[in-house]
């Protein structure tokens, strides 16, 4: 059975700082591009960040340079380190496993809320 848990939310301010974690079981993670998205309310789930196997990284005009994704494979999780938060950053925040191949199934976390105040 394949799980991804988040955790890391929280209510911050503008300006702060959050690290969130998402931790697979059941997949072979190494295996696995692992992504994180958002969800605002009244808005489109939306891409932030994506690692690739291989350590590649690819983000969101809306969060370069503030946030960073990277994986630890002998622990089975990706993290996003969010810098410099904003209130457009408040969401609830997902994390991702790609299929591995055409055919196979995705899989998501639970998600897990970031609140940025003024």
């Known amino acids: 059975q394949v799980q991804l848990v988040e955790s890391g939310g929280g209510l911050v301010q503008a300006g702060e700082s959050l690290r969130l974690s998402c931790v697979a079981s059941?997949?072979?993670?190494?295996?696995?591009?692992m992504g994180w998205y958002r969800q605002a309310p009244g808005k489109q789930r939306e891409l932030v960040a994506r690692?690739?196997?291989?350590?590649?990284?690819n983000y969101a005009g809306s969060v370069k340079g503030r946030f960073f994704i990277s994986r630890d494979n002998a622990k089975n999780t990706v993290y996003l380190q969010m810098n410099s938060l904003k209130l457009d950053d408040t969401a609830v925040y997902y994390c991702?496993?790609?299929?591995?191949?055409?055919?196979?199934?995705?899989?998501w976390g639970q998600g897990t809320q970031v609140t940025v105040s003024s």
């Open positions: 059941g997949i072979i993670f190494r295996a696995n591009a």
């Open positions: 991702k496993a790609d299929p591995r191949f055409v055919g196979e199934d995705d899989y």
């Open positions: 690692i690739s196997t291989t350590g590649m990284t």
